[in-house]
């Protein structure tokens, strides 16, 4: 009989008069204790598992301290029992040579499907935040503020509308999205919409409708309403997909297509604006891990100013800071009509929010 205990700070085997340790990262006092028949008699292989958490924690970190120890139980079973396999445990000869093998796999297979599920249910655990401003856009990520001054905005930004980017044809999530609008300029924002109609049913008709809907929003973006939007990746991607994503965006809108039709010079300085949004992410392949931030600003000239905040390995957010200005106000003008307006805005269930979060404001 071989048996492993596990306490504490120190992962403890004792073997036949003979005892290893192994150094693993407990977050709080955790008992384990695995016990392994492998007697050449018994011709059989058995175990037992059994966690008791002998501290109070939430049940978040409970499961994590469980997965851990589960880990570290198959990667003991594998190292305990494969180098005793040698060239009989591929041989199928004995009964106790195939519990090993049978007790080998099984560890094999603990360890693989606890480091998933430990990794995955580690990397969904948000830090605390203030719940009165938050809102939540997917379980996949962390909850949006409400009301934000932070990624390096100009003023304080209110939200609008929220949803998930999907990839339609592969039916995958790809970035959640919030569109926010500065405070100070909710006046102007109601002076806008109204002046559209009075009438706040016909206003929300406009919004919705795919010919109408990008008057509407280039005329709020042209009276200098200033928009941003707060784009974070629901898995790790790095910048060349985001500024990928955002150049694909701007070029599928209708409104682009038939601005480089002009022939008035309007190609070129979209073409400009196309290189200054590069160049703000540069040619690094910096990584954008699940939960970092993108944010996009309009100006109050038109400009488009990004920001980054990246969310660290730690579980923290790092310092924000800023990548550039797209000097060209056309991108900018793009980008937000594509969230907000036509017939396949980037995101629908952000635009139908954002649409609600417009009437309200009249």
Request: proline content about 4%.
């Amino acid at each position: 009989m071989r048996a492993m205990n596990v306490r504490s700070r120190n992962l403890e085997i004792f073997s036949n008069g003979g005892s290893g340790t192994m150094n693993s990262r407990f977050v709080s006092s955790v008992s384990v204790t695995c016990s392994v028949d492998l007697s050449r008699d018994s011709g059989s292989g058995r175990g037992s598992f059994d966690i008791t958490n002998t501290r109070e924690k939430s049940e978040k970190n409970t499961e994590l301290e469980k997965l851990n120890l589960m880990l570290k139980f198959g990667l003991c079973a594998i190292k305990k029992t494969w180098p005793r396999l040698g060239r009989r445990a591929f041989s199928g000869v004995g009964h106790a040579t195939s519990s090993r093998r049978l007790f080998a796999s099984s560890g094999l297979g603990v360890a693989v499907g606890s480091y998933f599920s430990y990794t995955q249910l580690l990397s969904d655990a948000a830090p605390e935040q203030d719940p009165e401003n938050l809102v939540s856009v997917d379980s996949s990520v962390h909850a949006f503020p409400v009301v934000t001054s932070d990624y390096l905005l100009q003023t304080p930004f209110q939200l609008l509308g929220y949803g998930i980017r999907m990839v339609t044809f592969l039916n995958m999530k790809v970035y959640a999205l919030g569109i926010y609008v500065a405070r100070e300029d909710l006046p102007l924002l109601k002076k806008t919409l109204t002046s559209v109609s009075p009438d706040p049913s016909q206003v929300a008709f406009s919004l919705r409708d795919p010919a109408l809907s990008p008057q509407v929003v280039e005329l709020l973006l042209s009276s200098g309403v200033r928009f941003s939007a707060k784009i974070v990746p629901v898995r790790n991607t790095d910048f060349n997909h985001l500024r990928d994503g955002l150049i694909k965006s701007i070029k599928s809108n209708p409104k682009y297509k038939e601005l480089m039709k002009r022939g008035d010079g309007t190609d070129e300085k979209l073409n400009a604006g196309l290189d200054q949004l590069r160049k703000a992410f540069g040619a690094r392949k910096m990584t954008a891990t699940k939960n970092s931030t993108l944010m996009l600003q309009i100006l109050s000239d038109g400009k488009l100013a990004l920001s980054f905040q990246l969310y660290t390995t730690q579980d923290q957010m790092a310092e924000p800071f800023r990548m550039g200005v797209v000097e060209e106000p056309l991108i900018g003008r793009l980008l937000f009509m594509s969230y907000l307006s036509g017939a396949k805005p980037l995101s629908e269930p952000a635009r139908s929010k954002a649409i609600d979060g417009f009437i309200s404001l009249l």
